[in-house]
C-alpha cells in the first residue's frame, strides 16, 4: 500500500517547477562552511541498523475476537502484522509479555519462560514469530531482569529465612536503627522510584531484614553480584533466542549494579521529605560495564541480534560510549533520556521549563558525539513512560494536531540511528484530556503520586491543582490508552459489549488508523501516510537518513531547527522545521541551493517553495529537500 502515487525512487523531473522566486533580502548570510564540525565516520551497514522498530504495549494494542477480558493479547498483535508491515516496520518491541503479578503492567515478571495468561501462551508467541518469520520481520523481546516480582519464586525462597539458599540473590540489609516504639528504620534514605515519597527498602517482618526494590516493593531488585544470578540470567537469555526472538529492550539495564555500602542519597527533594532520589549510587554503578560484556560474551555474541539498552539517567558521553561505541562489546544501542527528561527536574512526576533551543541542543549533540566517536543512536520521542509527543513538543489542538504529528515524523525520519516508533504515535494521539477523572487513570505511578498530593496537600488548593496539571502533562497513562482502530464501539480495540481494561480516548471517532490509512479528501496526507511515505524516504536514502553526516545550521528564529544530512558520496539533504505556531523566515546559507523539495507536512506531494536565499514555513511546518 502507498499513500500516494510516484514511484518511491525520486526523480527530479517528477517534481514539476521549484524556481525560487525570492530575492536574497540583504542580510548577513553565513556559509555551511562556517557552521561544519569535524566530518562524520560512515558507519558500516548492518540490519540492526536501518531496521525501523515498533514499540508495541501488549495490554493496549489489540484484543483478539471473543476475548472478554479487555486486555489486548499475542493473538491480537499477530492479528495486525499486515498493518505494520504496510506501515514499514521491521521489528516489532513488546513491553513484557511474561508471566507476571502486573504490579507495574508486567515489568514484575513472575516467570520468565511462561506467558501472562493475559496475553496467551507460549504457542501463540511460536505463531506470532512464525507469522513475523513469513513477513520478513522480527521480534524483540523486553527483557526486565533488574528486578523480578516479589511473586517469584527466587524472591518467595530468598523471603523469610537469613539461611535460604536464594538469600543473597536479592539484596537483603538490616535495619539501620529501630525508633523508640521498635520500628525499624531502612538501611539508606532512598527512595522508591515510582512512589517517591516511600522507601525503597521494605522490612521482612519474618526474617527482620530489608530488602531494596527501587521501583515498588512488589519489585525486588535482584542482587547481580552473585554469579548464580547472572547465570539464571542467561539461561533466560538464551531460552528466548532459541525460541525465535532476534534481540532484546533491556529494562532500566543501567540499575543493575549499586555502590557497596548503600550510602545515603543528597537531600534533594527538600524539607518534608524523607527519602530522596538514590541515583548516583546506582546508576551506571561500578560493575555495570563488567556485567553488560559478560551479557555480550555469554550470550549475545552466540546470536545475529539486535539490542537496545534502557539507561535513564545517564547524559555522560564516555559512560555512553562505553556501551554503545562500535567495538564496546556491550550493547547495540541504549535509550538515551535527554530528549524525553527535557521537563523533568529530579523526578518525573514533576516539571521543568523548556525550549525548542534546548530541544535542538541535545538532539545536535547525539547526533554528533556518535557520528564523531563511531558509536549508534536510537532515535525515540515516545514510549509507554512518557506522554504523546503531539502533546509534548509540539500543539495538539485539533486545529494543530497533524500538522504537529508529521513534523515530528519528519524529524524523525531523517535523524541518524535506528528508529523507534511508539503505538498511536503513527497516527497522533494525543495525551488524555484533562476533564477525565482522576479514576481513569490506573498506573501505579500516577496511583502513588496522587495518594502522594493527597496525603501532604489535600487542603491545599493550588498545590492539587499543579498535581493534577502535572497528572495532565507526564503521566505514563496518556501512552497507553487503547489503541485507536476504527470508529466502532471500543475503537476496535476489543469486542463490543467489552469493557477495556483503560478508557479508550473521546477522540477516536475522528483519529483512528481506518480512517488515515484511506487518507481523506484534503490535499493533505494523513499522519499515517506521511509516516508510511517518509519511511519509504528513509529505506530508500538510508545512507543518508541512516547513516550519513549530520550537521545543524544556524537560524534567525529559535524555534526553527534546520540541519543537514549528508552520505558518503556527497548526496545532501536539508531538513526545515518550525517548531512554532508562528510564520517564520529562515534565510538560506549562501552556499546551500536546494534541487527540490520532497516533501513536506502541509501538502500531499512535492512542496512550492523558493530554493534558495530565503524560505518561510507556517506555523508547525516541515520540509525536506535534495541540494543540489
Ligand atoms: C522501565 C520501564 C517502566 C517500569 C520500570 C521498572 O523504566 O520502562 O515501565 O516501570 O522500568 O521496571
Avoid at 562524520?40 to 504495549?57: F, G, H, L, N, R
Avoid at 476475548?67 to 491480537?76: A, E, L, N, P, Q
Amino acid at each position: 500500500m502507498r499513500a500516494y502515487g510516484h514511484s518511491s525512487r525520486i526523480r527530479k523531473e517528477d517534481l514539476g517547477s521549484n524556481n525560487s522566486t525570492f530575492e536574497h533580502v540583504g542580510a548577513i548570510v553565513p556559509t555551511t562552511a562556517m557552521m561544519s564540525a569535524t566530518k562524520s565516520s560512515y558507519p558500516d551497514p548492518q540490519w540492526w541498523k536501518e531496521a525501523v522498530v515498533y514499540q508495541i504495549y501488549p495490554a493496549s494494542f489489540q484484543s483478539h475476537p471473543g476475548s472478554t477480558s479487555g486486555w489486548g493479547s499475542i493473538k491480537g498483535i499477530t492479528l495486525r502484522l499486515d498493518y505494520l508491515k504496510s506501515l514499514g516496520i521491521d521489528v516489532v518491541w513488546s513491553s513484557p509479555i511474561c508471566q507476571s503479578p502486573q504490579a507495574d503492567m508486567g515489568y514484575d515478571i513472575s516467570d520468565y519462560k511462561q506467558i501472562d495468561p493475559h496475553y496467551g501462551t507460549l504457542n501463540d508467541v511460536d505463531e506470532l514469530l512464525g507469522e513475523l518469520n513469513k513477513r520478513g520481520m522480527k521480534l524483540m523481546m523486553d527483557l526486565v531482569v533488574n528486578h523480578t516480582s516479589n511473586q517469584h519464586p527466587w524472591f518467595l525462597e530468598s523471603c523469610g529465612s537469613r539461611q535460604s539458599p536464594k538469600r543473597d540473590w536479592y539484596i537483603w540489609q538490616k535495619p539501620r536503627s529501630f525508633r523508640s516504639d521498635g520500628t525499624p528504620e531502612p538501611p539508606n534514605n532512598w527512595a522508591q522510584i515510582l512512589g517517591e515519597a516511600n522507601s525503597a527498602w521494605n522490612y521482612d517482618e519474618k526474617s527482620k531484614e530489608f530488602y531494596l526494590a527501587l521501583f515498588t516493593p512488589e519489585q525486588p531488585d535482584l542482587n547481580w553480584e552473585n554469579a548464580d544470578v547472572r547465570a539464571a540470567i542467561w539461561d533466560v537469555m538464551h531460552f528466548w533466542m532459541k525460541r525465535g526472538a532476534a534481540g532484546f529492550r533491556m529494562d532500566v539495564i543501567n540499575l543493575i549494579s549499586k555502590v557497596p555500602g548503600y550510602p545515603d542519597a543528597e537531600e534533594t527533594l527538600g524539607p518534608g521529605h524523607k527519602y530522596h532520589p538514590g541515583l548516583k549510587y546506582f546508576v551506571n554503578g561500578p560493575r555495570l560495564h563488567e556485567y553488560l560484556r559478560e551479557i555480550h560474551r555469554e550470550v549475545l555474541s552466540k546470536y545475529d541480534t539486535i539490542t537496545v539498552g534502557e539507561m535513564p539517567g545517564v547524559s555522560d558521553e564516555t559512560e555512553i560510549l562505553m556501551t554503545v561505541g562500535s567495538n564496546s562489546g556491550e550493547l547495540r544501542m541504549i535509550f538515551i533520556f535527554d530528549l524525553v527528561d527535557i521537563d523533568k527536574p529530579n523526578v518525573r512526576m514533576a516539571l521543568k521549563p523548556w525550549d525548542v533551543k534546548e530541544m535542538k541542543g541535545i538532539i545536535t549533540r547525539w547526533q554528533r558525539v556518535m557520528i564523531e566517536n563511531n558509536g549508534w543512536n536510537s532515535v525515540f520521542i515516545e514510549n509507554h513512560d512518557n506522554p504523546r509527543s503531539v502533546s509534548r513538543y509540539t500543539d495538539d489542538s485539533d486545529e494543530w494536531r497533524f500538522k504537529g504529528a508529521k513534523l515530528l515524523a519528519l524529524m524523525q525520519i531523517t535523524l541518524g540511528g535506528t528508529l523507534f516508533i511508539y503505538q498511536g504515535e503513527e497516527i497522533g494521539i494525543r495525551n488524555a484530556p484533562s476533564t477525565w477523572p482522576i479514576e481513569e487513570f490506573k498506573d501505579i505511578e500516577t496511583i502513588n503520586y496522587w495518594k502522594k498530593c493527597n496525603d501532604l496537600y489535600a487542603d491545599d488548593e493550588d498545590q492539587m491543582a499543579l498535581g493534577r496539571k502535572i497528572i495532565d502533562m507526564k503521566a505514563r497513562d496518556h501512552a497507553r490508552t487503547p489503541m485507536q482502530w476504527a470508529p466502532v464501539e471500543n475503537a476496535g480495540f476489543c469486542d463490543p459489549g467489552v469493557k477495556p481494561w483503560m478508557r479508550v480516548m473521546d477522540d477516536f471517532k475522528t483519529i483512528n488508523v481506518e480512517r488515515q490509512v484511506k487518507g481523506n479528501d484534503t490535499d493533505e496526507l494523513s499522519v499515517w501516510q506521511f509516516w508510511q511515505t517518509a519511511l519509504l524516504y528513509r529505506k530508500e536514502h538510508a545512507d543518508v537518513f541512516v547513516y550519513g553526516d549530520f550537521q545543524e545550521l544556524s537560524t534567525q528564529d529559535p524555534k526553527t531547527y534546520v540541519y543537514h544530512r549528508e552520505s558518503q558520496n556527497g548526496e545532501r539533504w536539508l531538513v526545515v522545521l518550525n517548531f512554532s505556531r508562528n510564520e517564520v523566515e529562515w534565510i538560506m546559507p549562501e552556499d546551500v541551493e536546494i534541487d527540490f523539495w520532497l516533501c513536506g507536512n502541509y501538502t500531499k506531494g512535492h512542496v512550492e517553495k523558493p530554493t534558495r536565499h530565503v524560505v518561510s514555513l507556517q506555523a508547525w511546518e516541515g520540509i525536506l529537500g535534495r541540494c543540489k
